[in-house]
């Protein structure tokens, strides 16, 4: 009886109705085919029952099921007929059926004549760190690091690969107009070095099924909501044995909670310089929380839904995201290419968020030097390698002609004892359920966590040009990278190759497998820079003063899109014996000189936009002597009237008016 009222309490708070009239129920051991159904645009079904994005979810699963029914009609499912979960667009439909696996079914519904393809809907997971009871990681009873965020420094002969952070500080912090989407396990919205850094969310998991393992699997009592918080994602051999979690989860799953989502936010945005904890990369931008992960991964379906709707694209049933992100951050994958149907789910899903302007920055995958994972290898992303301090890579990490750049992982080099160079972040105390509002933090390995690093550069390439398109950043990201080190790391390192079935542990990186090279943050900034486009300009009126003469300096800037004139601030580089300082104020448009003498007077202006870039103009003027010919104050090289020719001076008006008076007077005279 409680399981039957716990069952319906979990339907309750999904809040759709299962067109079945019951929750999906598999008994331990018995497979689950879950697959993702494509039909043909000219289908039958798809033209009789058209789907709309703005549908309710109720509405677009009931027209979902109808295709489904239908289908699993024409292939002889009569009582455990298919049912239909999620949409990925208007005729793409995540299949499940009971009794038989997914293999199973993808190769009874693939020769349907209404269907495009069908595919496995596989189970992707985070690239976390390895657990601290691996020798490769021991954490030392929860005490962190000696050698603290050393992969945020300016590169040194220790530390080779770091990440030059403080280069790219130097221009921005980040702007809280640049939104990061973290699509991972969900996050402690409560952490304190973290708390003030998120807007908005949304949590994917369960959204494609209702079954009982997927509720399971979410661990937050319900299906998708707008809440992304983590609940925690530990999975217990008990867990493993009872089968609640499905067939997708193995022993190697159990562990503890990772808390991996809050680990890859701190590292792309933890609060910086509130004296507290850690820095993030991009400390000023803010943080979209997408959960897909679960307990043991999440499925191609809801990591493909939370990417879309990430970057604002409209997904069914669900509400439109109201801060669409310019970054996406996705250290997560699994085997296999991004080839076949599910490579066309990924890369359509990828071509329409690059299409909205924004970027998708990928782990490449923990396999030891195997193949790039999906969808790290999937075109128009931007696929992340780890590093060894000394610059080598580092033995997880995967290689290949996908990778577009290389970070630090972290590594530990010793194997007893504490690591020495993993990667600090935020995270939570809690071995399964979260301690609330804990100011925790822990240390990893993994390209989950290069892979951060890099969204938070190109966030910060966003705050300084939010009009930069995701091809620009991929090719200002490699130009700016630093060349890979050959030498000079563990004795007896060879060259990285090309991956085969066989691992690979540490080798020094090449471009073939690890991409352009390691990240530069101030580089890569400094880059971005360059294109601007923004100038400042300084306008001289008179343009040829002479001394005596005021003069009035005008400022102008154009400045990147989107950005508005913070301040102004003038200077006097040198005065050139004719000035000794402005006779007015310098922090505004205009300012003024009075020059006393002839000399060469040189001037500076620094225009600061409102996200603290600054654009420059300096001025040379040349002042002239004040001279006196016949009474009058003239300019010495002055070009401003006519000299006179043998008596020298200016030719007057009111002579001419003078001598014709004259000669009128003489004329009456004579007539007299």
Not at 55 to 73: F, H, I, N, P, Y
Not at 83 to 96: G, K
Not at 402 to 420: D, F, H, K, Q, R
Request: hydrophobic letters at 40%; aromatic letters at 6%.
């Amino acid at each position: 009886m409680r399981i039957a009222v716990l069952l319906l309490l979990a339907a309750v708070l999904i809040g759709v109705s299962d067109p079945s009239g019951a929750i999906e129920t598999t008994a331990a051991g018995t497979p689950d085919a879950r697959v993702i159904v494509r039909f043909k645009s000219g289908a039958d079904s798809v033209k009789a029952r058209p789907m709309s994005v703005r549908m309710s979810r109720a509405e677009a699963l009931d027209v979902a099921q109808t295709r489904a029914t239908s289908l699993g009609m024409r292939h002889g499912f009569s009582g455990g007929r298919l049912q239909a979960r999620m949409s990925l667009d208007e005729r793409t439909h995540v299949v499940t059926a009971s009794g038989m696996d997914s293999a199973a079914l993808v190769k009874k519904l693939a020769s349907d004549s209404e269907v495009e393809f069908v595919v496995v809907d596989g189970v992707r997971k985070h690239f976390a760190s390895i657990p601290p009871s691996d020798p490769y990681y021991a954490a030392g009873s929860g005490s962190l690091p000696a050698v603290g965020q050393w992969y945020l420094r300016a590169p040194d002969s220790t530390f080779v690969s770091s990440i030059n952070a403080p280069g790219a500080w130097a221009t921005t912090f980040g702007s809280a107009s640049v939104v990061v989407a973290v699509v991972d396990t969900g996050v402690r919205k409560d952490h304190p070095d973290l708390s003030s850094q998120f807007v908005g969310g949304y949590d994917f998991v369960a959204y494609s099924s209702s079954s009982a393992a997927a509720i399971a699997t979410a661990n937050d009592g319900g299906g998708a909501d707008s809440d992304a918080s983590d609940p925690g994602d530990w999975v217990s051999q008990a867990d493993i044995t009872a089968g609640t979690l499905g067939s997708s989860c193995t022993t190697s799953d159990i562990g503890n909670s990772s808390w991996h989502g809050t680990h890859v936010s701190g590292l792309i945005a933890a609060s910086t310089n509130n004296g507290l904890g850690m820095a993030g990369v991009a400390g000023g931008v803010k943080v979209l929380p997408v959960r897909v992960l679960g307990k043991c991964g999440g499925y191609d379906s809801d990591i493909i839904a939370g990417m879309k709707w990430a970057a604002g694209i409209s997904v069914t049933g669900v509400p439109d995201n109201p801060n669409p992100a310019q970054v996406l951050n996705l250290s997560l994958g699994g085997d296999g290419t991004c080839t076949g149907s599910t490579g066309t789910l990924y890369k359509d899903a990828i071509s329409q968020i690059t299409a909205k302007g924004a970027t998708i920055v990928v782990a490449a995958g923990n396999g030891e030097g195997l193949a790039v994972s999906v969808p790290g290898s999937c075109t128009g992303v931007i696929a992340v390698a780890a590093l060894r301090h000394a610059g080598s890579k580092v033995g997880f990490s995967n290689v290949g002609p996908e990778v577009g750049i290389s970070a630090p992982g972290g590594n530990c080099v010793n194997l007893t004892g504490a690591c020495l160079y993993p990667i600090l972040s935020a995270s939570n105390s809690g071995t399964t359920t979260p301690v609330a509002a804990d100011n925790y933090y822990d240390s990893g390995v993994g390209t989950s966590f290069s892979t951060p690093l890099v969204a938070g550069t190109v966030a910060l390439m966003y705050s300084v040009r939010p009009s930069i398109t995701p091809a620009v950043v991929m090719q200002l990201l490699k130009s700016s990278a630093r060349p890979f080190v050959s030498t000079g790391a563990t004795a007896g390192t060879a060259a990285c190759h090309a991956p085969t079935s066989t691992a690979q542990d540490e080798c020094y990186c090449t471009t073939s497998t690890c991409g352009a090279g390691m990240l530069d943050a101030g580089a890569a900034v400094a880059a971005v820079v360059a294109i601007n486009g923004g100038t400042a300009s300084i306008a001289v009126s008179p343009a040829a003063p002479s001394a005596g003469q005021t003069v009035t300096l005008t400022g102008s800037a154009s400045l990147a899109s989107g950005r508005t004139i913070a301040s102004w601030a003038w200077s006097l580089t040198d005065g050139g014996g004719a000035v000794s300082g402005f006779s007015g104020s310098t922090s505004a448009a205009t300012a003024t000189l009075a020059p006393t003498a002839a000399g060469t007077v040189q001037v500076k202006l620094v225009v600061t936009d409102d996200l603290g870039d600054l654009y420059t103009a300096t001025q040379s003027i040349t002042v002239s002597a004040a001279t006196s010919s016949g009474g009058s104050t003239t300019t010495s090289g002055s070009s401003s009237g006519s000299s006179g020719g043998g008596g020298g001076g200016a030719f007057s008006p009111l002579w001419l008016l003078g001598l014709l008076l004259a000669s009128a007077l003489l004329q009456r005279r004579q007539r007299a």
